[in-house]
T-cell receptor
Framework: KNEVEQSPQNLTAQEGEFITINCSYSVGISALHWLQQHPGGGIVSLFMLSSGKKKHGRLIATINIQEKHSSLHITASHPRDSAVYICAVRRSYNTDKLIFGTGTRLQVFP | GAVVSQHPSWVICKSGTSVKIECRSLDFQATTMFWYRQFPKQSLMLMATSNEGSKATYEQGVEKDKFLINHASLTLSTLTVTSAHPEDSSFYIC????????FGPGTRLTVL
């Protein structure tokens, strides 16, 4: 079993829909990252969380440390949000490495 | 946010040749950089942790003699794929930053 699990693996939506991507992890962590990878390959860091909730524009990320679960929400989705969204965690006892989820491929249609 | 660049963005080479990929932190110093490879539709796989002024730390199963890493300055790490073979064709990405959260744009390597 992977230490970081994401769901769903694939997601399609109509423009304007509210989207939720989930991430569960099984190790103690010091931080959790949400990353966005566009078809060209470049990766952008969206959020780094250790507790609570963060918001940036139409993106909201939450984390529940007790439940070892995080969600990424996209409000009023747009075709330009189409990308792969990756959850990655940094272990509590090894601060060098990120452990990645397998990603969620999102396609938003006009 | 901080910027990490990679060069080249893509490279095609013949089997048996060596290819060098550069990773630079443009507006900050990075004592540690990370090298990943990614196969199509798969997640990133950490290859090695590059440490400025010392030897890189390789992940299990990654051949250190094949993937040479040099971190000679606080802003530059290089990955050299030696004697490249078609199975080395992949997307190579570096990252840097306090939490390794700043990623380069990646280098697509195709070995013919």
């Amino acid at each position: 079993k992977n230490e970081v699990e994401q769901s769903p693996q694939n997601l399609t939506a109509q423009e304007g829909e509210f989207i939720t991507i989930n991430c569960s992890y099984s190790v103690g962590i010091s931080a959790l990252h949400w990353l966005q990878q566009h078809p060209g390959g470049g990766i952008v860091s969206l959020f780094m969380l250790s507790s609570g909730k963060k918001k940036h524009g139409r993106l909201i990320a939450t984390i529940n440390i007790q439940e070892k679960h995080s969600s990424l929400h996209i409000t009023a989705s747009h075709p330009r949000d189409s990308a792969v969204y990756i959850c990655a965690v940094r272990r509590s006892y090894n601060t060098d490495k990120l452990i990645f989820g397998t990603g969620t491929r999102l396609q938003v249609f006009p | 946010g901080a910027v990490v660049s990679q060069h080249p963005s893509w490279v095609i080479c013949k089997s048996g040749t060596s290819v060098k990929i550069e990773c630079r932190s443009l507006d900050f110093q990075a004592t540690t950089m990370f090298w990943y490879r990614q196969f199509p539709k798969q997640s990133l796989m950490l290859m090695a942790t590059s440490n400025e002024g010392s030897k890189a730390t390789y992940e299990q199963g990654v051949e250190k003699d094949k993937f040479l890493i040099n971190h000679a300055s606080l802003t530059l790490s290089t990955l050299t794929v030696t004697s490249a073979h078609p199975e080395d064709s992949s997307f190579y990405i570096c990252s840097a930053g306090e939490a390794g959260q700043f990623f380069g744009p990646g280098t697509r390597l195709t070995v013919l």
